[in-house]
């Protein structure tokens, strides 16, 4: 090592690590507040793209856990309006999704891991401390995509962040529609009006850019959505 050389950032214990968790279900941040919150400090929630923003942006925490899909355009949205602001704060991605284009989506995004909700609270914890302390966590199967990404068997270029648009019931209601089912035949499925599938569907496609039908089916064929 020479004398001029950047030493290695100390790293933060576990126990004053702290964690802001952003989710769209209040429920879900309740649960992971319970596991988490007695062995690292959390300081602030959000459940959107602008109160997760509000909330980072005023705490500057070590970690944030950090859903893909949130109201007000996703995941790698809080991370873009975030990092000109905090630079040194890390993102874990923290999602039910293991589909390829949200893994790689939010890493493109500036995510140092992203792991699926399935993961025990201990590996968790692991995990934000070695994000934090600037190392890269994955959830073994999605350290795949990343991977493929870089040696070039996925089209990153491809995968786009209208994704990101979507909210999660509107992902629903788009795979059903782009599989064929009628819109009475959806609100069966998902247990909610025929009113409310074609308030979801005018939704997905104004955000998409989309005038029909068939033009979403595509789209969801293209990215490997059904």
């Known amino acids: 090592m020479t004398d001029d050389a950047t030493p290695a950032p100390t790293p933060v214990p576990l126990s004053e690590l702290r964690v802001v968790i952003v989710?769209?279900?209040?429920?879900?941040?309740?649960?992971?507040?319970?596991?988490?919150?007695g062995k690292c400090l959390v300081v602030g929630e959000g459940e959107d793209v602008d109160s997760a923003v509000e909330v980072i942006v005023e705490q500057k925490p070590d970690v944030v856990l950090l859903d893909v899909h949130l109201p007000g355009g996703g995941g790698a949205e809080v991370i873009k309006q975030v990092q000109p602001q905090c630079?040194?704060?890390?993102?874990?991605?923290?999602?039910?999704?293991?589909?390829a284009q949200d893994v790689i989506g939010v890493i493109r995004a500036g995510a140092r891991g992203y792991v699926t909700?399935?993961?025990s609270s201990d590996e968790l914890l692991e995990g934000m401390t070695r994000v934090a302390a600037g190392d890269a966590v994955f959830s073994p199967r999605l350290a795949g995509f990343v991977l493929d990404?870089?040696?070039?068997?996925?089209?990153?270029?491809s995968i786009d962040e209208e994704l990101d648009k979507i909210s999660a019931r509107e992902r629903?209601?788009?795979?059903?529609?782009?599989?064929g089912y009628s819109y009475r035949e959806v609100a069966k499925e998902l247990f909610i009006s025929i009113k409310t599938v074609e308030t979801h569907v005018s939704s997905v496609l104004r955000k998409l850019q989309l005038s029909n039908r068939h033009q979403l089916t595509k789209w969801a064929t293209d990215r490997h959505l059904i």
């Open 23 to 37: 989710d769209d279900h209040a429920m879900f941040r309740a649960g992971v507040r319970h596991e988490i919150g």
């Open 87 to 99: 630079p040194d704060v890390k993102f874990l991605a923290l999602s039910v999704s293991d589909a």
């Open 117 to 119: 909700k399935s993961i």
């Open 149 to 157: 990404a870089f040696s070039g068997a996925v089209d990153v270029a």
């Open 172 to 179: 629903e209601v788009l795979k059903l529609i782009a599989r």
